[in-house]
């Protein structure tokens, strides 16, 4: 028997040091791609998705998260007011349905498994999706839909994977492949971050997976991994064999938003896809790059 799909985890507990000064009192979730935060493309791809809950792992200072998801009341009556009904309309579906929304700290920066852990008691005997909002995924139909749809048919556990460079391999959970059917394919083996001479690919996990809760007794045994921390990865590794895994090559453009470049690249990209603003920002870029000669 599948088990349901309804919950999804963010962990949003990181500091965001790599974006000083500018994550100094604001959440790194928070930064804008365009014009929404992070973590609001997160939640949206969810949605899509058919999550109906949110659970957030949060730590001190992520309060602008709880605040952008909900209502905000003078900001509302000023837009009534001035007759500004496409904002306010803007503004009240972008709010979770009440009671959806649970947030939950990590105490300690232990680790992505650690933080997984922390939002046990939210779960139960469901399946639970997983979404890292430094990881924007950008394309017509959203990742975690591609995955869930995958899931629907196959049970199990499914985890969204991309080729990288194979000098790239450390900064990445790496997949051992077993059998390929193209865009689906099984996961014989998980290490995390392994050096290019010991990687079993050069297929990367993004943050974006699909988990049966059974990783949560495994996640319990707080066994620190790659760096000294409670790593996701290793406790995955442990249900190959127990249960279907697949890995997905979603469709899409994967921008990893933790990284300076990876987060210009995004607003870039994703500005020029964009109805109200495609068409001047192309003429901006089109301007660099006869300045760059490109």
Not at 80 to 105: C, F, Q, W
Not at 190 to 212: C, F, H, M, T
Request: hydrophobic residues 45%; glycine residues 10%; proline residues 6%.
């Amino acid at each position: 028997m599948i088990k349901p799909l309804r919950k999804a985890i963010f962990p949003v507990a990181g500091l965001g040091t790599r974006f000083l000064p500018a994550t100094k009192s604001m959440p790194k979730e928070m930064l804008t791609v365009v014009d929404k935060p992070l973590i609001q493309y997160a939640v949206e791809e969810a949605n899509a998705a058919g999550i109906e809950e949110l659970i957030f792992v949060t730590s001190r200072g992520k309060s602008a998260m709880e605040d952008h998801f909900d209502h905000a009341i003078e900001l509302e009556q000023t837009l009534e007011r001035r007759g500004k009904k496409t904002e306010l309309e803007l503004l009240r579906n972008m709010l979770p349905k009440a009671g959806s929304i649970a947030y939950v700290r990590q105490q300690e920066p232990a680790g992505l498994g650690h933080a997984v852990w922390c939002a046990r008691n939210f779960i139960g005997d469901e399946a639970v999706a997983v979404l890292l909002p430094d990881d924007l995924v950008h394309g017509k139909v959203a990742c975690l839909k591609q995955m869930a749809d995958v899931y629907r048919e196959t049970g199990g556990n499914v985890i969204g994977v991309m080729e990288v460079p194979h000098e790239h391999t450390s900064r990445y959970g790496i997949v051992k492949p077993g059998a390929d059917k193209g865009k689906l394919l099984e996961v014989a083996g998980l290490v995390e971050k392994p050096s290019p001479d010991k990687a079993p690919s050069n297929l990367a996990v993004i943050g974006r997976y699909i988990l049966q809760p059974e990783i949560f007794h495994l996640l319990a045994a707080q066994e620190p991994g790659a760096g000294g921390e409670i790593q996701l990865t290793d406790s995955m590794a442990r249900m190959i064999g127990r249960m279907p895994f697949h890995g997905l090559r979603f469709d899409g453009t994967r921008y990893d938003c933790g990284d300076k470049a990876g987060f210009i690249a995004a607003n870039v990209n994703l500005a020029l896809d964009h109805p109200a603003i495609g068409a001047a920002v192309r003429e901006t870029v089109a301007d660099i790059a006869r300045r760059l000669k490109l």
